[in-house]
């Protein structure tokens, strides 16, 4: 027959006791004698936030975006004042370059050689230039009409005459209407080719490949902060 159970016995099934606290309670504010956690242990404990399972985790909230208004008006801005002057310098620069070489071609047409004498009329005001090749050194002329020459600007041209390059090595302006003759002592070629047409040639390329260069870049960073200015903000 099984015995009756005796409260003050160690080894119940209840765990030690010392005979006042039954079914081995421990009195209220005692540590817990067994290595059992007390119960109730960790009831109502949130876990750490953003843990797996977590009760009341929520995603961390998405960054404010950024106003990026005034970047995306100055791509505008940029992009129109870049295209803008990208197709004017192009435009402006072809058109001068055209006149100014032609201009200078039309001239070089009515080139004519001094070997070793030539005529030619001049009205007051016209200017010429005097040319000569590589190959034949400078020549010595002597020119004579109704008043003396005054001189010239003296710029350095080259053309090609008749097949061969000749560079300019003297300039005269002509005071006084009429025919005057020249006389050089080794071929020389006369032209009367203004300087104008070779600056506004030389400026209306220089005006296209620059001024174009210039509207190209801003255009392209115009469109680089418009592109910026309309991407979303990357989200972590």
Same mark, same amino acid.
Request: glycine share 16%; with cysteine.
């Given at each position: ?7 003050? !016995?160690? #080894? &119940? ?5 010392? #005979? ?13 004698? =067994? ?9 109502? !404990? ?9 009760? #009341? =985790?929520?995603?961390? @909230? ?29 435009? +402006?620069?072809?058109?001068?370059? $055209?006149? &100014? ?12 050689? %001094? ?15 005097? /040319? ?23 710029? =350095? ?5 008749? &097949?061969?390059? %000749?560079?300019? /090595? ?11 003759? /020249? ?12 300087? =104008? ?7 209306? $390329?220089?005006?296209? %490949? ?8 801003? @255009?392209? %960073?115009?469109? $680089?902060?418009? +592109?910026?200015? #309309? ?6």
């Amino acid at each position: 027959m099984s015995q009756p159970y005796d409260p003050g !016995q160690s #080894g &119940g099934p209840a765990g030690p006791s010392d #005979g006042r606290f039954p079914y081995g309670e421990q009195p209220y504010g005692q540590p817990q004698q =067994s290595g059992a956690p007390l119960p109730g242990a960790g009831y109502g !404990q949130q876990p750490a936030y953003g843990q797996p399972g977590s009760f #009341g =985790s929520y995603p961390p @909230a998405p960054p404010p975006r950024k106003d990026r208004s005034g970047m995306r008006r100055w791509g505008k801005i940029l992009t129109l004042v870049g295209a803008v002057i990208l197709v004017l310098s192009v435009a +402006v620069g072809v058109v001068l370059a $055209v006149a &100014g070489i032609g201009d200078v071609v039309d001239q070089a047409d009515k080139a004519f050689e %001094v070997n070793p004498t030539a005529e030619q009329y001049y009205d007051a005001g016209d200017t010429f230039q005097l /040319f000569s090749s590589a190959a034949n050194g400078v020549p010595s002329c002597e020119i004579t009409g109704p008043a003396a020459l005054e001189s010239g600007t003296n710029t =350095s041209t080259e053309f090609t005459f008749d &097949g061969s390059g %000749v560079e300019s /090595f003297d300039s005269f302006e002509v005071v006084e209407s009429g025919t005057y003759s /020249f006389q050089c002592d080794s071929p020389a070629v006369v032209a009367s080719i203004d300087a =104008s047409g070779i600056f506004s040639g030389v400026g209306g $390329v220089l005006l296209a %490949v620059f001024g174009g260069g210039l509207g190209g870049l801003l @255009a392209l %960073v115009g469109i $680089v902060l418009w +592109v910026i200015a #309309g991407r979303k903000p990357r989200t972590v």
